[in-house]
């Protein structure tokens, strides 16, 4: 199984014909309320390719902490995973004008009081599953412990260090497999003095933990990294892009699915670019992450 460090938000848009000025009550055209944040992507992409999924997700006591079960329903998720904290739910507002251009505030809210304690809670399923997913819109304390547990159980951990922030080098060491996109692969790189473009980056990454070091380069494709071997590289797949927003998070969970099922680097990557590619051409995210028979058809074409 693969287990699945949350992050579960709201977010809701509104779509207008210009983004409203400060004072302003503008009249919307449209408006949706939907679940996402990194950590339910995740869940649901890796759940959608067959593999069983357990985890833990904070939501609050408000009413989108109310309405979290039916989602997690909804999306094949066992609501056994949510943690209910006192105060918000992570929540999203946005706003969307006619020419697609957007303005967003995020607030992660219960997300941010994920702890080690819950993760204590969930230890069991923790030391049964492949793969540990772990990102970063929640703090790094149930991060280090989960990996921890993880590790000396025989398991191997994943994070994908987006929003970035800095990774602390106790979790850098208990990471199998580093996720990471340009941004990101940037940002490491200057963090450890690693002024050699992407594979000196990746091979200073290896050193300090992880067997995998797998960095997405949007339309590029994604490039994977191992100690003593040549870089496996994964062209993206020709696609009309239409919004991108999510794409890394399909990869991961594409790329996910195929280390879960032991497959090789290269298909793993394979899985993770045409994950990505599916997502990139329509809007929005979790509808679109695909299912085996989805991802097979698209593989096939
Ligand atoms: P992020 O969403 O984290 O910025 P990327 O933009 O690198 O991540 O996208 C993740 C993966 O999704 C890429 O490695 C690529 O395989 C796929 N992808 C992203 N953008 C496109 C695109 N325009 N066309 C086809 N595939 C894409």
Same mark, same amino acid.
């Given at each position: ?84 904290? *006192? ?73 994908? *260090? ?68 040549? *870089? ?70």
């Amino acid at each position: 199984s693969v287990f699945i460090l949350g992050s579960f938000v709201v977010a809701c848009s509104a779509k207008v014909g210009r983004l409203p000025r400060p004072g302003e009550s503008l009249g919307a055209e449209a408006f949706t309320v939907e679940p996402g944040g990194k950590g339910l992507n995740l869940a649901v992409g890796v759940r959608r390719l067959g593999l069983a999924v357990d985890g833990i997700f904070a939501v609050g006591d408000d009413l989108f902490g109310q309405v979290a079960p039916a989602a997690f329903a909804r999306a094949g998720l066992r609501s056994s995973m949510l943690r209910c904290f *006192p105060g918000a739910t992570g929540g999203g507002v946005g706003f969307t004008d006619a020419t697609g251009e957007n303005c967003l505030a995020v607030h992660m809210g219960a997300n941010r009081l994920l702890s080690a304690a819950c993760v204590e809670s969930a230890a069991s399923a923790l030391r049964r599953a492949d793969l540990v997913l772990a990102q970063f819109e929640i703090p790094d304390e149930p991060v280090r412990e989960a990996f921890r547990v993880a590790r000396a159980a025989g398991g191997r951990t994943l994070l994908n *260090p987006s929003p970035y922030r800095p990774v602390a080098p106790d979790i850098l060491a208990l990471t199998s497999v580093l996720v990471l996109n340009r941004v990101e692969a940037a940002e490491m790189a200057g963090a450890l003095g690693a002024g050699d473009g992407l594979e000196g980056m990746a091979r200073a990454l290896l050193e300090r933990g992880p067997d995998i070091v797998a960095v997405t380069l949007g339309e590029e494709g994604a490039v994977a990294y191992r100690r003593n071997a040549p *870089p496996v590289r994964r062209p993206a797949f020709p696609v009309e892009a239409v919004d991108t927003l999510g794409a890394g998070d399909a990869f991961t969970a594409g790329f996910a699915s195929g280390l879960v099922r032991g497959l090789p680097l290269e298909e793993c990557l394979v899985r993770g670019a045409a994950c990505g590619a599916l997502v990139c051409r329509s809007l929005g995210v979790l509808d679109h992450l695909p299912t085996t028979a989805a991802l097979d058809a698209f593989l096939a074409r």
